[in-house]
């Protein structure tokens, strides 16, 4: 879908001229490689709240303050839809369908499987799949590192964490791929669903069969307000875990090595001194935020000049929030020595994405494997990012070399 293909709708009485400000979240032409940049950079003049005409009408939110106040307000702001433009029977995802308390049941049954010491504990295996996967490529020169490394390492862990076969990696990557690609295609994107769930059906199945201290197992079993999930509440929260799983931190490692491929002086800075990798994925993590979040408007609200009408949607743009010049000092620069800080990349308050302690850990320990063998490294010189835009923002493809010793 092209800008000018996007459905356009005048903009309701109530939204007032200068607020209006067109932009197109999955096919704006003024997006480019540097995918967060050219978001900052393309909508500089807009208002902090302000309504596009195109993909029939919608509110978009970019300052911090904004939106940690909507993300924070589910009285008026739900998640029970999260598709722009609305559609006539909207997927259904456990948790993030669910406006608190509602969810909160399903949070609590997942983070003893994703807190800060079950993940210490599984940093070992994260760490083999990081060394497995650099070493396949160290002695080349050369890779596509999204192709070669940060498609298959995250993918790689969750399968793990949940249980999956890990002979059939390439098969669960491509379909998470073809899923979020379809993002504004209902037709397909139901057509991958029921692959999807059939796949997390079948692994149901097994782990009944053939428990174990995997996740699966651990959600067959696990007590909820004094229940077990049925099964079609594990199908659902497993749904949502296998696509974060697969593609988010794919796409933050992605955009975080384009930026690095990019900083000799910073290259140089974390192969002499390890320590600095943890600062370096914290803010990797504040500028390349990949997810948007939608809400729907539940009841009128209006903040500052904004009229918010029930039964209108909107999409909160996290990565503008994590570089809101009011909120952070040079908010676009790549900056080593910033002080860590509170941003919106993994959300905030009852939806505050539950793997980003993992997210974390996996972005460090691949850094730290990475720039242990290969200290210096620099983009393809001509060659092209591929990247998508839309609720998910990823980068595709991209060609790093290095020198090779001796």
């Known amino acids: 879908m092209t800008a000018a293909a996007a459905p356009v709708a005048a903009p309701p009485p109530h939204v007032p001229a200068h607020l209006v400000f067109d932009f197109d979240i999955y096919a704006?032409?003024?997006?480019?490689?540097?995918?967060?940049?050219?978001?900052?950079?393309?909508?500089?003049?807009?208002?902090?709240?302000?309504?596009?005409?195109?993909?029939?009408?919608?509110?978009?939110?970019?300052?911090?303050?904004?939106i940690a106040r909507i993300v924070l307000d589910p009285e008026h702001f739900s998640v029970r839809e999260m598709q722009i433009p609305r559609v006539e029977n909207p997927p259904f995802f456990i948790p993030l369908s669910l406006?608190?308390?509602?969810?909160?049941?399903?949070?609590?049954?997942m983070m003893p499987m994703f807190g800060p010491n079950a993940i210490k504990a599984l940093e070992p295996r994260i760490r083999e799949w990081a060394v497995e996967l650099v070493?396949?490529?160290?002695?080349?020169?050369?890779?596509?590192?999204?192709?070669?490394?940060?498609?298959?390492?995250?993918?790689?862990?969750?399968?793990?964490?949940?249980?999956?076969?890990?002979?059939?990696?390439q098969d669960f990557r491509h379909l998470a791929e073809q899923f979020f690609s379809a993002?504004?295609?209902?037709?397909?994107?139901?057509?991958?669903?029921?692959?999807?769930l059939g796949e997390m059906k079948a692994l149901i199945e097994a782990k009944k069969a053939a428990p174990d201290d995997k996740l699966m197992?651990?959600?067959?079993?696990?007590?909820?307000?004094?229940?077990?999930?049925?099964?079609?509440?594990?199908?659902?929260?497993?749904f949502v875990l296998f696509l974060g799983g697969m593609d988010t931190v794919t796409n933050v490692t992605g955009f975080a090595f384009q930026q690095l491929a990019q900083m000799p002086e910073v290259q140089a800075r974390l192969a002499a001194d390890p320590s600095l990798i943890p600062a370096f994925a914290d803010e990797a993590v504040r500028l390349y935020g990949v997810v948007n979040t939608p809400r729907l408007v539940v009841q009128d609200q209006v903040i500052g000049d904004a009229q918010?009408?029930?039964?209108?949607?909107?999409?909160?743009?996290?990565?503008?929030?994590?570089?809101?010049?009011?909120?952070?000092?040079?908010?676009?620069?790549?900056?080593?020595?910033?002080?860590?800080?509170?941003?919106?990349?993994?959300?905030?308050?009852?939806?505050?994405?539950?793997?980003?302690?993992?997210?974390?850990?996996?972005?460090?320990?691949?850094?730290?494997?990475?720039?242990?063998?290969?200290?210096?490294?620099?983009?393809?010189?001509?060659?092209?990012?591929?990247?998508?835009?839309?609720?998910?923002?990823?980068?595709?493809?991209?060609?790093?070399?290095?020198?090779?010793?001796?």
Not at 217 to 238: K, N, Y
């Open 183 to 196: 993002q504004n295609d209902e037709a397909e994107m139901g057509r991958l669903s029921a692959l999807i």
């Open 308 to 406: 918010f009408r029930a039964g209108e949607m909107l999409l909160n743009i996290l990565c503008l929030g994590s570089r809101d010049p009011a909120k952070f000092e040079r908010p676009n620069l790549f900056d080593l020595d910033r002080k860590k800080t509170a941003h919106l990349t993994f959300s905030s308050g009852p939806h505050l994405c539950v793997g980003h302690v993992l997210g974390r850990a996996e972005l460090r320990i691949l850094t730290e494997e990475w720039i242990r063998r290969i200290p210096s490294f620099r983009a393809v010189s001509g060659e092209r990012h591929a990247f998508r835009i839309g609720t998910v923002m990823a980068l595709e493809t991209l060609p790093l070399e290095w020198p090779i010793a001796g």
């Open 28 to 66: 704006d032409p003024r997006i480019g490689e540097d995918v967060q940049g050219s978001y900052a950079a393309a909508l500089e003049a807009a208002p902090d709240i302000f309504w596009t005409r195109l993909n029939g009408g919608h509110w978009i939110v970019k300052s911090f303050d904004a």
């Open 135 to 169: 070493d396949a490529v160290a002695a080349n020169g050369a890779c596509d590192f999204q192709a070669d490394v940060s498609k298959l390492f995250p993918v790689s862990v969750f399968m793990e964490l949940m249980g999956m076969d890990l002979s059939r990696l």
């Open 99 to 109: 406006d608190p308390p509602e969810n909160l049941p399903y949070r609590k049954a």
């Open 217 to 238: 197992s651990h959600f067959i079993g696990v007590d909820i307000g004094g229940r077990t999930m049925s099964d079609d509440e594990i199908l659902a929260m497993s």
